[in-house]
């Protein structure tokens, strides 16, 4: 939902609206009371005291995972004039079909099995030229084969349809990295794999 009202917002605001998002923590409660007060007096509604959890860094992340690839870019690079820190802390916790070059091979098959034939050759057509030889190294030759026939055959399509093919190719890699059954090799540091 976040994504959408983002997209949703004027270009010129969007940054700015996630540069606040981004760096809101925690809520003491004093605030957290006044702001109850006024909306039981305009709406009749309590939200809970307390701590409340709202924004972050995270949660910025996870909404531009979500929002489609033109306007992540558009506030990316609004947001890297603006505060390159911020834009750089961001860009690391987001993962983008780009970001499949850093997957391992055994992981890339596991999710090869899950992403049905068209989806990846949508998301292939406009996939760089290492992260597509990533992708078909990991097939078997007649899987490789059909893929760029297909790819060949289906003529110009639109790069939303491309962009939406890859976000489906993303989310599938999430959930299996957050089962564990993938690994995406994230700048600064190695795991150990002991066998």
Same mark, same amino acid.
């Given at each position: 939902?976040?994504?959408?009202?983002?997209?949703?917002?004027?270009?010129?605001?969007?940054?700015?609206?996630?540069?606040?998002?981004? #760096?809101?923590?925690? !809520?003491?409660?004093?605030? %957290?009371? =006044? +702001?109850?007060?006024? *909306?039981?007096?305009?709406?009749?509604?309590?939200? #809970?005291?307390?701590? !409340?959890?709202?924004?972050? %860094?995270? =949660? +910025?992340?996870?909404? *531009?995972?979500?929002?489609?690839?033109?306007?992540?870019?558009?506030i990316m690079a609004e947001l890297e004039e603006r505060d390159?820190?911020?834009?750089?802390?961001?860009?690391?916790?987001?993962?983008?079909?780009?970001?499949?070059?850093?997957?391992?091979?055994?992981?890339?098959?596991?999710?090869l099995r899950e992403i049905e034939q068209r989806d990846l050759?949508?998301?292939?057509?406009?996939?760089?030229?290492?992260?597509?030889?990533?992708?078909?190294?990991?097939?078997?030759?007649?899987?490789?084969?059909?893929?760029?026939?297909?790819?060949?055959?289906?003529?110009?399509?639109?790069?939303?349809?491309?962009?939406?093919?890859?976000?489906?190719?993303?989310?599938?890699?999430?959930?299996?990295?957050?089962?564990g059954d993938v690994v995406i090799s994230r700048g600064g540091?190695?795991?150990?794999?002991?066998?």
């Open positions: 939902m976040a994504s959408i009202v983002l997209s949703a917002l004027p270009q010129e605001i969007r940054a700015d609206v996630v540069l606040r998002i981004a #760096s809101m923590d925690r !809520t003491p409660p004093e605030i %957290v009371r =006044e +702001v109850e007060r006024v *909306l039981e007096r305009k709406m009749a509604s309590v939200f #809970s005291q307390g701590f !409340t959890f709202a924004g972050g %860094v995270k =949660e +910025v992340a996870e909404i *531009l995972n979500s929002i489609d690839r033109g306007t992540e870019k558009s390159p820190e911020l834009a750089d802390e961001i860009a690391r916790l987001m993962f983008t079909f780009d970001d499949l070059i850093h997957v391992d091979d055994s992981g890339i098959q596991k999710a050759a949508l998301a292939l057509k406009t996939a760089n030229e290492d992260l597509s030889e990533k992708i078909l190294h990991n097939m078997s030759e007649r899987a490789r084969e059909m893929i760029k026939e297909e790819m060949e055959y289906m003529g110009p399509v639109r790069l939303r349809t491309v962009e939406e093919a890859q976000q489906k190719i993303v989310s599938v890699i999430r959930r299996l990295e957050e089962s540091g190695t795991d150990e794999i002991v066998v």
